[in-house]
Each structure stands twice: as structure tokens, then as C-alpha cells.
């Protein structure tokens, strides 16, 4: 038992996707009309008005199984399992539909629910992803639930475009992984095996790397969508740190800072100089133009002399 939780804005989007299914079955629900979609969508609204703030109200989803537990899933025990779920999750005091849908090998249902509750307060988000790891594995033992296999064994002939892609992507990964030791090498063997690497960068000028994504066939996914174990932050551990080696730009300003400070250790004044200008003082450079700047050199014996008739003639 796996959850997959989305966000979004458009309840008519993600109600036409639920139900729009080959053998799509309503299980449970509560505060909505169930007549037809747009009843469905239009009840969701109205309750969003509540709190109209708010840019993405929609809640939706995705609780799925493995096909050992299929013969056990009637429709009855999956809403039970699903309205449990909801109940640890914190999603109470709120509209939703469960919907069961038969187009894959994984029984599953979607919970589309609104965001905004029956008093307009909205329905906290905070460390969600977490809490559904905790609840699905709370939940899998209590019933008996199969639990996930290795993805590498996934049969990905049976999957479909998208879902297809990101197996494939996390089975190259993983193989991979087993045989290099660094950034370059990974991004070049991934590159041979048709897996796209990119890094994402938290400012524009490219310097600090933020997260990867990994590319196949069209698609694109962050690391952590592939596997948790694919994060950077993890990667990069496991490559000893080499961040600085994946940007160019980020090289090439630590060398040039580098460089710098290399120079501040020099001394001012060296005999391999090869630059005039090298051996001048700020000072003398930017001094005013009535500021002496240069030493006096000590009067030669003839100019003491004549200097000393001078004031003996005045003497006179």
C-alpha cells in the first residue's frame, strides 16, 4: 500500500479524471451531490468560496496496492482502509469522494477531498509526504497488506508511458550507481543508457545546485520522485561532496577566489615583476598633485658652499 498526494487548483479537472475511468466506482463520500460531475465540482466550490485565499484547494489521493491483496479488496474494505487513512492523515470535518478505478494490475482508489473544511479553516499540509509514509506502513500490518517489492523486479512492459519512463529511469539508476564514483562519470553513464541528468540551481548565475532531475522518453522527474535515496543532498554525499565540480561557473569563481587569495600572500614588491606599473604605491597613484610623494635627496658640498657666501655677502 502506497500514497501519492497532489495538490491543485481546478476541482472540474480532477473530478472529470477520477470518474472519467472505464468501470469508475464512487465507494464513499460526503457533503457533495453525486448526480452528475458538475453537481460534484459544483459543491466543492461553493464550500471553497469559504476561503477563497486559497490558490490550490484541491486535495487528491492515490492509495494503491499490490495485486496480492486484490482478492481480499472488496469495495467495502478498500473505503474502510481509505476513511481510515483520512482519519490519520487529518483529513476530517470536510467534503470527499472515494473513487475505485480497474484500469491497472494495482487495485487503488483516489480520495479527492477540499482543502477547505466545513468552517473555511484550511487543512494543514505540514510534513504530509511524511505522515502518509508513517500511516501506510501504520496501516499495512494492521491488515495484512502486501507489502512493495524491489522496483527492479517490476514488470515495466506492463506499465504505462509515464510510469513506464520512471521505472526504467530508477532500475538505470540503481545499476549505475554500483559501478561509478563521481558526478561526471554518473551523468556520462547515465547519458549512454538514455537517462537525461540535470541539476537545478537556486540562483541564476549557477552557482549553488539545489536538486536533479532525471529525463527519459519525454519525461522528467526530481530524484526523490524516482527514489528518496536519489535526493542531491544524498547523491552528492555519496560522491564525497563534489558539488563544486558540477557547475562551471561555480569552478570557475572558487578558482578565480582561489587566485586571490593566493595573490593577498605575495609580497607587494617582487623581483620576477615584469609590470611597470607593479612597483607603485596606491597612495602615489591617487595622492593630489600638491602632496610631496617623493623622499628629498641630501645637497651636494658645491650647493652648501654657495649657499654660505650668499648669507655672508648679506651679513656685509
Excluded at 64 to 80: G, H, I, Q, Y
Excluded at 193 to 202: I, P, S, T
Aim: net charge positive.
Amino acid at each position: 500500500m502506497i500514497g501519492k498526494l497532489k495538490k491543485g487548483s481546478s476541482f472540474a479537472g480532477c473530478i472529470r479524471y477520477v470518474t472519467g475511468k472505464d468501470e469508475a466506482k464512487i465507494l464513499a463520500s460526503d457533503g457533495v451531490l453525486l448526480g452528475t460531475n458538475a453537481e460534484i465540482v459544483q459543491s466543492f466550490e461553493l464550500q471553497r468560496q469559504l476561503n477563497p485565499r486559497i490558490k490550490k484547494p484541491v486535495g487528491h489521493i492515490a492509495l494503491s496496492f499490490k495485486p496480492e491483496d486484490k482478492p481480499r479488496l472488496t469495495d467495502e474494505f478498500m473505503a474502510k482502509i481509505a476513511l481510515e487513512y483520512m482519519q490519520m492523515m487529518g483529513i476530517t470535518d470536510t467534503q470527499f469522494i472515494i473513487v475505485r478505478h480497474h484500469n491497472t494490475d494495482n487495485p487503488h482508489c483516489h480520495i479527492v477531498y477540499n482543502r477547505i473544511n466545513n468552517e473555511g479553516k484550511l487543512i494543514s499540509d505540514r510534513n504530509d509526504y511524511r505522515r502518509n509514509e508513517q500511516v501506510t506502513k501504520t496501516l499495512k500490518p494492521k491488515y495484512g497488506l502486501a507489502y512493495g517489492t524491489d522496483k527492479s523486479k517490476t514488470n515495466t512492459c506492463k506499465l504505462r508511458n509515464r510510469e513506464r519512463a520512471k521505472y526504467e529511469i530508477h532500475n538505470v539508476v540503481k545499476d549505475v550507481l554500483k559501478a561509478v564514483g563521481s558526478w561526471q562519470k554518473f551523468k556520462n553513464e547515465l547519458a549512454k543508457r538514455g537517462v537525461l541528468l540535470e541539476f537545478v540551481y537556486k540562483d541564476k548565475e549557477r552557482t549553488k545546485v539545489q536538486g536533479i532531475r532525471f529525463s527519459k522518453d519525454g519525461y522528467s522527474f526530481k530524484g526523490t520522485q524516482i527514489c528518496r535515496e536519489y535526493s542531491f543532498g544524498k547523491l552528492d554525499a555519496k560522491f564525497e561532496g563534489t558539488e563544486n565540480h558540477i557547475s562551471t561557473r561555480a569552478n570557475s569563481a572558487q578558482q578565480y577566489e582561489q587566485g586571490c587569495r593566493k595573490n593577498e600572500q605575495v609580497p607587494f614588491m617582487s623581483e620576477s615583476c615584469q609590470d611597470p606599473w607593479d612597483g607603485i604605491s596606491s597612495i602615489g597613484l591617487f595622492a593630489s598633485v600638491n602632496a610631496q610623494t617623493f623622499e628629498s635627496f641630501p645637497e651636494d658640498e658645491s650647493a652648501k658652499k654657495k649657499k654660505k657666501k650668499r648669507r655672508r655677502g648679506f651679513s656685509l
